[in-house]
C-alpha cells in the first residue's frame, strides 16, 4: 500500500477562521479570508499584535473549537481502504496544542488509530509516498509527491499538484 501522509491545520481542520474570529474580536477588526489571498494572517497583522496571534493558538480550548474541512471524514475513511494513511501535523509550532489535537482527532477521526498520528517538527523526516499539506515550506523539503492544499496563503504557489478540497483529493486518489 502507498502511504498518504495528511496535514492536520487548514486541511483537516479549518483554523483559519478561528484565528479570525477571536483575532477580530478582540481588536475590533474586520480581517477576513479574502484579505489573505496570498499573505498569511502574520502578514497583514501589524507586529506589535503578533503576540496576541500567537496567544490564541496556545489557548487550551483553541483546538478543540475547530471545524472540520467539508468530506474530510468521509474521504479520509475511504482513503484508508487503498492507503496507509497517517497524520502529521507540525505539533511542535505550538507545543501545548498536544492534547487538544490529540483530543480533536478522536472526536472527529475516531478511525485513525493513535499508531498512525505523528505530532512533529520538519516534515522531513516523514516516509510517506504522498504529502497532502497546506505549507509550502513542507511541501518543499518533504521526500515523495507533495500535493498543495489550497488555503488563501498559497494561492500562487506553484510546483505542486493542487487540491481545493476533499472531493479534489477524493477524485486524485480514488477517482
Ligand atoms: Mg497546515
Same mark, same amino acid.
Given at each position: 500500500m502507498k502511504r498518504i501522509a495528511i496535514d492536520m491545520?487548514?486541511?483537516?481542520?479549518?483554523?483559519v477562521t478561528e484565528h479570525l474570529a477571536r483575532y477580530n474580536q478582540d481588536h475590533n477588526e474586520r480581517i477576513t479570508?479574502?484579505?489573505l489571498q496570498g499573505k498569511w494572517l502574520w502578514d497583514v497583522v501589524s507586529v506589535d499584535r503578533h503576540a496576541a496571534l500567537e496567544s490564541y493558538l496556545r489557548s487550551d480550548d483553541f483546538f478543540d473549537v475547530l471545524h472540520v474541512m467539508p468530506e474530510a471524514q468521509r474521504v479520509i475513511e475511504a482513503l484508508q481502504s487503498r492507503y496507509d494513511v497517517f497524520i502529521a501535523t507540525a505539533a511542535m509550532e505550538v507545543p501545548t496544542s498536544f492534547m487538544s489535537k490529540y483530543r480533536w482527532l478522536a472526536k472527529h477521526?475516531?478511525?485513525?488509530?493513535?499508531?498512525?498520528i505523528v505530532f512533529c517538527? &520538519?516534515?522531513?523526516?516523514l516516509r510517506a509516498d504522498y504529502l497532502i499539506d497546506d505549507n509550502p515550506r513542507q511541501l518543499k523539503r518533504f521526500e515523495g509527491e507533495g500535493i498543495i492544499y489550497t488555503s488563501p496563503h498559497n494561492i500562487?504557489? &506553484?510546483?505542486y499538484r493542487r487540491v481545493n478540497d476533499w472531493l479534489d483529493v477524493e477524485k486524485m486518489f480514488l477517482g
Open positions: 491545520d487548514e486541511v483537516m481542520a479549518d483554523a479570508k479574502d484579505d477521526f475516531p478511525f485513525i488509530p493513535a499508531s498512525h517538527g &520538519n516534515k522531513s523526516i500562487h504557489v &506553484n510546483g
